[in-house]
Nanobody
Framework: VQLQASGGGLVQAGDSLRLSCEAS????????MGWFRQVPGKEREFVSA????????YYSDAVKGRFTISGDNARSAIFLQMDNLKLEDTAVYYC????????????????WGQGTQVTVSS
């Protein structure tokens, strides 16, 4: 199973970006996907999760109200619309997939993408 993330880039504070992540390879049981992010010297932190069973969405307090996650189960894909970006959103963003929403929220899965860099400048 491979997770391919894309859509990162360099933007100014207040701008928007849309990240995409698509899973490919052999079928595996997953009912949730999500995003973590990491800056150098810090641990990865949870950003958002999407539950394919109920189309439920979950966000960290840091991004709630600014980021919107959506999913396409037929394509095994998720998308993260990031609006009103702030300097502190600068990080490498990783997508992940798991069997179980809690596994996505806690990062307890072996299925991670390679990461895409998001840089927000002033």
């Amino acid at each position: 199973v491979q997770l391919q993330a894309s859509g990162g880039g360099l933007v100014q504070a207040g701008d928007s970006l849309r990240l995409s992540c698509e899973a490919s390879g052999r079928d595996f049981e997953k009912d949730a996907m999500g995003w973590f992010r990491q800056v150098p010297g810090k641990e990865r932190e949870f950003v958002s999760a999407f539950d394919f069973i109920g189309d439920n969405t979950y966000y960290s307090d840091a991004v709630k109200g600014r980021f919107t996650i959506s999913g396409d189960n037929a394509r095994s894909a998720i998308f993260l619309q990031m609006d009103n970006l702030k300097l502190e959103d600068t990080a490498v963003y990783y997508c992940l997939a798991a069997k179980g929403l809690w596994a996505v929220i806690t990062g307890a899965t072996d299925y991670w993408g390679q990461g895409t860099q998001v840089t927000v400048s002033s």
